[in-house]
């Protein structure tokens, strides 16, 4: 049985062509329009593969073209074979030691 734990998981997606354009568009309307279709596209990957409520996207992120999401291990393993889905990372916190 798999666990329903949840934890933060990072998916980062391929590059698309779309994605390229919008990054390129040094404006405050193409960054608008960025931010719009990455949204979209992160709901889209989500909502075609995960039971509408099961998960909690956290954040949005830009540069790498991904987000976070709130979601079980069994879950990161669906979006993992996701079209479109690059990797999925589960958050890793780093305890900094002082020397």
Known sequence: MASSSKELYYVFLKRDPEYERLKEIRTKKGEEELDSYLEKRHEEILESNLEPGSYKRTV??????GFGVEITKHQAEVLRSADGVYTVEENEEIKLVSS
């Open 60 to 65: 949005s992120l830009v540069v790498v073209h």
